[in-house]
């Protein structure tokens, strides 16, 4: 038997992002068999995961959170899981060499088969005027445009399980010989519901979330009244929440209260994405009012996801704003007695050519992979970690 447990206090709170699943009865029993599978993470592993959050939060850590904008099913292979997992050493062994600190490394991995989208449906690009509903990660349908591949299928969130815990396995084979400090651990947005409820477990320590070891909330799904919140309010993972221009002094206040009532150091984690053109003028305030009357915060940065736009056909970020929000978050904390803690990145091992710089004319997407947004390549995930760096 596995010690499962029921959220209560989801129940009539609204929850936004959620696919509609033309089969609830079979959601239903997706759900009551993902409640009866063993856990993916341990409560073992989150405790160990924030010891290194702890120093985080106290400026004696810096912390690398990153990886696909959505994973896909068949890369849930040894190979290519010990490439992403090298990569994200590989960039925090940076941090820890250009900093003297220690670094945590938190991949967007082993879970990050869910995707919010701005709308729920998608046109064709070649210009039929079709439409289809929007591709909202594997764990819901497929990228394809066809009618069949775009409807949302109830088992492919217990395919998200098996690839979940075949990346895991490869995960904790890169742990053999490192320290706690020194591993990879795995996050990704608490996003379907169906999939997080039924893998919230109890444990020693309290009721904790076995899907990851970290999870986040996003930008869509914040609200303080939302049943994303009340999910993260009911486990004791280390916690990220997405803030991007929407965001209010007040609201950043109230989301730290609610989700680090206890104040400890290192449960949650700010991810601010307002854009290079919004940084400066919305980011001060909100820091201000939280060092101010708000719980204790870790502030990364996650510099791509307010830069986004569209360029020769293709979802793109340009390097130099991507750079610029770096080095505006950067001294907006410094400058109020807060830690930048680090960054938060879409990124991958491969030479893909996703995101690209301002001065490229035109632009040359050679190698575009993702099927959902840009990600940096390791040349500019190195650089972006440098450049970071170089502000501290």
Known sequence: MHATTTLAPLTGRTAAQQPYWPDPEALDEVERELAGLPVLTTENEVVDLMSGMDLVARGSALLIQGGDCAERFHEAVPELVRQKVDNLQGLAAIMRAGSGLSAVAVGRIAGQYGKPRSSPFETDDSGSGRQMPSYCGDAVNEPEFEPVARTPEPRRLLTAYTCSRLVLDEIRHSWAGRPVLERVYASHEL??????????????????????????????????????????????????????????????????????????????????????????????????????????????????????????????????????????????????????????????????????????????????????????????????????????
């Open 191 to 392: 996003l379907l519901l169906p999939y997080e409820r039924p893998l919230v477990r109890r444990g020693a320590h309290g009721t904790y979330s076995s899907s990851a070891h970290f999870g986040w909330i996003g930008e869509r799904t914040r609200r303080e009244d939302s049943a994303h919140v009340a999910l993260a309010q009911a486990v004791h993972n280390p916690i990220g929440v997405k803030l991007g221009p929407s965001v209010s002094p007040c609201d950043a206040v109230a989301l730290s209260r609610s989700l680090n009532p206890d104040g400890v150091p290192g449960r949650l984690t700010f991810i601010v994405r307002f854009g290079a053109k919004d940084v400066d003028r919305l980011l001060p305030p909100v820091v201000e009012a939280v060092a101010r009357h708000g719980a204790p915060v870790v502030w990364l940065c996650d510099p791509m996801h307010g830069n986004g736009l569209k360029l020769s056909g293709h979802k793109t970020r340009l390097i130099e704003p991507m750079r610029a929000e770096i080095a505006s978050f950067t001294r907006a904390l410094r400058a109020r007695g807060q830690w930048p803690a680090g960054l938060h990145l879409e990124l991958t091992p491969d030479p893909v050519t996703e995101c690209v710089s301002e001065r490229d004319e035109p632009p040359r997407f050679t190698d575009y992979r993702s099927t959902c947004d840009p990600r940096l390549n390791p040349e500019q995930s190195a650089e972006m970690v440098s450049h970071f760096l170089s502000l501290l």
